[in-house]
């Protein structure tokens, strides 16, 4: 199937890529997140995903501006729900370019992570998915969760240590936030992380 993938970073790609071209999928890759904050933490990840993708000689289209405000302007006063309206406004824009440019599927390297709301991503995109006539190529890529690590180790591949927005940095490092959040769930990710016995802050998405 030729199938574009939503390539939320460098390090996630390794085991959903390797996945997908041993199975013979034709893949190209979607740089498109505008999630990551600040500046210059965008840059890096952005240019951890150039590497990888020069590597693998992956056909990329890089979304390279930074999205902070389109990001603020649904998020906030919306904070509880943002890792929704995270997926929601990420995968729409991949299978819109899907369908603009012919794929017969989309995917997305999210469902790779521990850290994510895996259920809320495979449901998102089955809905686009069913919307745009298109199909959505599920995986569980959690599997490869070590593989991919020990990889982008190997790599020397810049591994993010919070999951993307500035409200996830300030979870990563506010020692009081951490307190507070020891009694609450803050987000959806955490609530469904929570369920599987994970936490979110060990590094990459
Ligand atoms: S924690 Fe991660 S998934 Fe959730 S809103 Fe922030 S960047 Fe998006």
Not at 78 to 92: D, K, Q, W
Not at 96 to 122: C, D, M
Not at 128 to 148: I, K, M, P, S, V
Request: glycine share 8%; net charge positive; hydrophobic share 30%.
């Amino acid at each position: 199937m030729k199938i574009l993938l939503h390539a939320c970073c460098g390090p996630c790609s390794i085991y959903p890529l390797a996945q997908l071209r041993r199975q013979g999928h034709q893949v190209s890759g979607y740089f498109h997140n505008p999630n990551i904050h600040p500046f210059r933490e965008f840059k890096r990840r952005l240019a951890a995903m150039r590497e990888f993708a020069d590597r693998q000689k992956l056909d990329m289209i890089y979304d390279d501006d930074y999205g902070l405000r389109e990001y603020l302007r649904q998020v906030v006063n919306r904070e509880e729900e943002r890792c929704r309206i995270c997926y929601a406004m990420r995968l729409a824009e991949v299978a819109r370019l899907a369908v603009a440019e012919g794929y017969e599927a989309f995917s997305t390297t999210l469902l790779y992570s521990r850290y994510q709301n895996h259920g809320e991503i495979r449901r998102q995109g089955d809905e686009l998915a069913a919307r745009h006539n298109l199909t959505f190529y599920y995986e569980d890529f959690r599997c490869g969760w070590q593989e991919g690590i020990g990889q982008a180790i190997a790599m020397g591949l810049y591994r993010q240590p919070y999951c993307g927005c500035i409200y996830s940095e300030q979870e990563r490092y506010d020692k009081k936030m951490r307190k507070k959040k020891s009694g609450i769930s803050v987000t959806e990710n955490q609530k469904a992380a929570a369920e599987t016995g994970e936490g979110q802050e060990s590094g990459t998405e």
